[in-house]
Structure formats: C-alpha cells, structure tokens
C-alpha cells in the first residue's frame, strides 16, 4: 500500500469477527455486525498544539484497536478495505495478556 495519512489520522485494516456464536451456532454473512476491532496499518505524523509544536499519536502500526461502531471513513485501496480515521475515533488499544505480564 502506498498511502500516507496526514495530520492525525490512523489507516485500520478491520478484523474480521468470529463466524461462530459462542455456543456453536454458525452465523450468516447477512446477519454479521462489522467488527470494531483493527489493525492500525499507517499512521500521520501528529497532530499541532496551539504553539504550533508536532504532538505524536499514541498509537502506531502493528497495533490492535478498538473503534466506533460508525468510526472512520471507509477507503479501498489495491483491492483491500480500510477505514481511515482521527486518532480520536479510537477507543482503545487491545493488548496481548503475554506482553502485559512482561510490561509488569
């Protein structure tokens, strides 16, 4: 992908959602709600304060994050599904348990 976000905002390949209900009961493409859940894939440089000094974002590729619902802007990009988005549409970013325990 050649494509570089401007400003503060973060490029996210969705995750696809599980096909299976929790009790076993396989769940029809129709019926499927969109994940919330991504992969940041690129990400701008930041965004200015108010002195007009860079501020980097918090996140950055290779993160695993949790959305809006209705966040970002869906994009398609050699053949692949993005969304596009302000750092602030994100919600969170999903940590690994192994590496919490490690970070502790």
Same mark, same amino acid.
């Given at each position: #992908? *050649?494509?570089?976000?401007?400003? !503060? ?11 299976? %209900?929790?009790?076993?009961? /396989? /769940?029809? !493409? %129709?019926?499927?709600? *969109?994940? +919330?859940? =991504?992969?940041?894939?690129?990400? =701008?440089?930041?965004?200015? @304060?108010?002195?007009?000094? $860079?501020?980097? $974002? @918090? ?6 994050? $949790?959305? =809006?619902?209705? +966040? =970002?802007?869906?994009? *398609? ?5 993005? $969304? /596009? #988005? *302000?750092? +602030? !549409? ?5 940590? @690994?348990? +192994? %590496? ?5």
């Amino acid at each position: #992908m *050649k494509f570089r976000p401007l400003h !503060d905002r973060v490029v996210v390949k969705r995750i696809d959602a599980e096909t299976k %209900s929790a009790g076993g009961i /396989i /769940i029809p !493409d %129709s019926a499927k709600e *969109k994940p +919330s859940q =991504g992969e940041v894939v690129a990400v =701008g440089p930041g965004s200015r @304060d108010e002195a007009g000094k $860079l501020v980097p $974002l @918090d996140v950055k590729a290779g993160d695993r994050v $949790l959305f =809006g619902k209705w +966040s =970002g802007t869906e994009v *398609k990009l050699d053949g692949v599904e993005y $969304l /596009i #988005m *302000k750092e +602030s !549409d994100i919600l969170g970013v999903v940590e @690994d348990a +192994s %590496s919490a325990k490690k970070a502790a």
